[in-house]
Nanobody, 122 residues
């Protein structure tokens, strides 16, 4: 059974930083791509970032480039999202994703965490 456990969400002020973490386990064929999506109230789920297992190649979504940094520890299937210079529009539920593919952009193949709330006040 695939499990993704997120941590690190919270309430911060604009300009603050926050780091999310996610530990994945249970994918029989191995976990390769890991990443993050977010969903604000009334909006569709939005791609945030992904990182491959072998090369550590990263891809970022619009609006977070230069402020967010994704990283991972392959030995324990953990992915991190370091968020800096947070803005009120970053407020959302952040979902961890894991995939048997090289990254998590093919969302139909993703496994998902329960989500962690990030709230940025102005």
């Amino acid at each position: 059974q695939v499990r993704l456990i997120e941590s690190g969400g919270g309430v911060v002020q604009a300009g603050d930083s926050l780091t999310l973490a996610c530990v994945a386990s249970g994918l029989a064929g191995g976990i390769y791509g890991m990443g993050w999506f977010r969903q604000a109230p009334g909006a569709e789920r939005q791609f945030v970032a992904t990182i491959t297992k072998s090369s550590g190649k990263t891809i970022y979504g619009d609006g977070v480039k230069g402020r967010f940094t994704i990283s991972r520890e392959n030995d324990n299937n953990t992915v991190y999202l370091r968020m800096e210079s947070l803005k009120p529009e970053d407020t959302a539920i952040y979902y961890c994703a894991a995939s048997p593919m090289s990254d998590v952009t093919m969302t139909d193949l993703n496994y998902w965490g329960q989500g962690t709330q990030v709230t940025v006040s102005s």
